[in-house]
C-alpha cells in the first residue's frame, strides 16, 4: 500500500473496534481493485456520537462503516438514510451524507449463497435474540416470510421487535423447543456461543428435516449451533458470509464495484485462525 497525499480514507467506527476485521476485508478489496484507499479501525467512545459523527464530514473520509453502539446515531447524523439504523454512511460531491444500512441485504446474500432456493422453502423464521442484529435480518426477511417469531431472553424487546414488521410474531424464550419444529429458518442472532458466552444447549432435536440454520456470530466461526445442525443433517450458515456480504454491499455504495466474497472469505479465515 502506498499511502500518498491524495490516499482516500475510510474506517469502521465503534466501541470497541480493535477486534474488527472490517480494514483486512476492506484493504484487500481496495487492493483487488487497485484503488487508492486506505481503510482504518477508529473507536468512537462518546455519548454524542450523532454530533460526533457530523464533524467527520468536515475531514473528507470517503466513507465509513458504523458498528455498535452508534449505528442509530450514525442514521441521525446523516443527511438521509435508507433506514433508522445506519452501518454505512458515503460522503456525496455535494457535502450531504448518505446513510444505509447493509447488514439485512447482506445477511439474505449469504443466505442465497448457502441455500439458494430459499425464497421457495422459508415460511415461517425463528430469530432468537431481539437485538441489534437481530431487528436489521429480520426488516430484510420480513417481505419474503410469512412469520418471524422473535424469542429473546428479555420479552419486552421481543415485544418490540415484533412491533411493526407485517411478518413480525413473539415466542417465549422457554418455548424455543416449539419455535425450533416449526420453522424452516432458523437464525440465532443472539451473541451466545461467543467466546467468553457459551450458548445454552439448542432443542436442535426438535427441528424440521428441511430446515435452515444461521448463526450470525463468526468468532468462534464453527458455534455449537451450527455443530448441532449440522449434526442433523441440516444446511448450517455460519456468521461470516453476512459479515463479507454487508462489506461487499458498503464497497459497492462507496466505489461502485461489488467486490470478490470468496476472496475475503479466504482472507477472514486466514485472519481469524492466526
Ligand atoms: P445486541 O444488540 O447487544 O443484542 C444482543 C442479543 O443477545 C440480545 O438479543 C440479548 O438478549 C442476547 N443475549 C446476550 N447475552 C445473552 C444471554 N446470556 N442469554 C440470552 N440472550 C443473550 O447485539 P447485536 O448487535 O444484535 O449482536 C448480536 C451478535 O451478532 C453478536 O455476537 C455480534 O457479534 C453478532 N453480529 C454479527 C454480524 C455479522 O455480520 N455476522 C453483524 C452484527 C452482529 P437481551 O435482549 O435479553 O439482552
Not at 447482506?106 to 437485538?131: N, Q, S, Y
Not at 445454552?200 to 468468532?219: L, Q, T
Not at 458455534?223 to 443433517?233: D, K, S, V
Amino acid at each position: 500500500m502506498n499511502i500518498t497525499g491524495k490516499t482516500r480514507v475510510l474506517a469502521v467506527i465503534g466501541d470497541p473496534v480493535s477486534h474488527s476485521l472490517s480494514p483486512i476485508m476492506h484493504n484487500g478489496w481496495i487492493a483487488d481493485h487497485g484503488i487508492d484507499a486506505a481503510y482504518v479501525a477508529i473507536p468512537l467512545v462518546s455519548e454524542d456520537a450523532e454530533n460526533e459523527i457530523r464533524a467527520m464530514c468536515r475531514f473528507g473520509f470517503a466513507g465509513v462503516n458504523v458498528t455498535v453502539p452508534h449505528k442509530h446515531a450514525a442514521a441521525a447524523a446523516a443527511d438521509r438514510s435508507e433506514a433508522n439504523v445506519a452501518n454505512v454512511l458515503r460522503w456525496e460531491k455535494d457535502g450531504s451524507v448518505s446513510g444505509f444500512n447493509t447488514d439485512g441485504v447482506g445477511f439474505l446474500d449469504a443466505l442465497t449463497e448457502a441455500a439458494p432456493d430459499w425464497r421457495m422453502r422459508v415460511k415461517r423464521v425463528l430469530m432468537i435474540g431481539a437485538g441489534g442484529a437481530a431487528v436489521g435480518v429480520a426488516a430484510a426477511l420480513n417481505a419474503h416470510v410469512d412469520t418471524i417469531h422473535f424469542a429473546n431472553r428479555t420479552h419486552a424487546r421481543a415485544e418490540a421487535a415484533a412491533d411493526g414488521l407485517r411478518a413480525g410474531r413473539v415466542l417465549r424464550w422457554d418455548d424455543l423447543e416449539r419455535g425450533f419444529g416449526a420453522a424452516d429458518l432458523i437464525v440465532q442472532a443472539t451473541s451466545l456461543g461467543m467466546e467468553g458466552n457459551p450458548a445454552p444447549a439448542w432443542p436442535m432435536a426438535a427441528a424440521k428435516p428441511g430446515a435452515i440454520c444461521a448463526d450470525i456470530v463468526y468468532r468462534p466461526l464453527d458455534t455449537e449451533f451450527l455443530r448441532a445442525a449440522r449434526g442433523r443433517g441440516l444446511v448450517a450458515i455460519d456468521g461470516l458470509g453476512m459479515l463479507i456480504h454487508q462489506g461487499a454491499r458498503a464497497f459497492e455504495h462507496w466505489f461502485g464495484v461489488r467486490p470478490d466474497a470468496g476472496k475475503a472469505r479466504e482472507r477472514l479465515i486466514e485472519a481469524l485462525s492466526s
